[in-house]
């Protein structure tokens, strides 16, 4: 199994901080990486500020969101439109026995990068073997 | 040398989707479904003095990214380091990594050493001024 499987029902999902504006919300795009003592998830997050995202970490769900708010273009015309703005929110479900209270984020040019590190328990380890 | 951690015990199906999802975040498009996306997507905007231009590359630096002005043609360059690099086991791998080049055409010159950029959260604003020449065509009457 992976440990850190996409919840099924992401889309139903709703951040804990009630939403007061409409607007789309985006799947951030992620890699996640493990190794031995830990799970690394790096989310894009572009436009965001540290104190929009929230991270939430309960009962084997992580919840990651970011408020972006719109760029304002007054007095501007469009002439090219690629991409929307909006939030970003994604879960997944850990499976992994991780340490909650030893997660850290950090967020540098709109990239999101938090650690999970792994109990003790769920670390792997060598056990020796004594000659008798 | 990354290696997807595919489960061994999965369904033909279910790591066929793996497969697939693995494609897509390697060439940015599901199969099939065409051309992938050109990288990075760019919002444009413009005003009676410049156009702006802007995009979202989170994880780069301004310095790594080239903005080429001649004429009216802009080309927007640079290149996204993966971040898992000499790492053994990706569970997913999504984010794209690698050189990327765009080039748009305008319809009024640019005036060049005059173009500002900026990088802010990941998101990359470039202000484009258009030439005098081009903005001098719009001529206002007043009224008396």
């Known amino acids: 199994m992976n440990p850190c ?3 099924q029902k992401s889309e139903t999902h709703q951040p804990t901080v009630e939403r007061v504006r409409s607007g789309q919300v985006y799947r951030p795009l992620v890699d996640i990486i493990e190794r031995k003592d830990e799970l690394l998830v790096i989310a894009d997050v572009p436009g965001a500020t540290p104190d929009s995202i929230e991270v939430n970490f309960e009962r084997g769900e992580l919840t990651l969101c970011a408020v972006v708010l719109p760029r ?11 991409y929307g703005v909006g939030d970003f929110c994604r879960t997944f479900s850990v499976s992994e026995e991780i340490d909650a209270a030893k997660i850290t984020a950090s967020y540098v040019n709109g990239v999101l990068t938090l650690r999970l590190p792994k109990k003790d328990s769920a670390k792997p380890r060598k056990i020796a073997v004594k000659p008798a | 040398m990354l290696t997807h951690r595919l489960n061994p015990f999965v369904p033909f199906p279910a790591m066929r989707r793996e497969l697939d999802r693995v494609f897509e975040s390697v060439f940015g498009g599901g199969a099939g479904n065409g051309p992938a996306p050109a990288y990075p997507a760019l919002n444009v905007w413009e005003d009676g003095q410049a156009f702006t231009i802007e995009a979202e590359i989170p994880g780069v630096e301004l310095s790594d990214i080239e903005v080429q002005v001649a004429g009216a043609d802009v080309t927007i360059k640079g290149t996204r380091r993966p971040t898992a690099e000499g790492e053994t086991t990706m569970l997913r791998e999504e984010r ?3 050189t ?3 080039a748009l055409t305008f319809p009024v010159e640019i005036v060049g050493d005059r173009v500002e950029a900026t990088m802010k959260h990941g998101v990359l604003t470039i202000r484009l001024p258009k030439s005098p020449e081009a903005t001098a065509r719009k001529i206002q009457i007043k009224s008396n």
Do not use: K, Y
Request: charged share 35%.
């Open chain 1, 5 to 7: 499987a996409e919840m």
């Open chain 1, 72 to 82: 304002e273009r007054e007095g501007q015309r469009a002439l090219l439109a690629e």
């Open chain 2, 96 to 98: 794209p990594a690698g």
């Open chain 2, 100 to 102: 990327f080049s765009r």
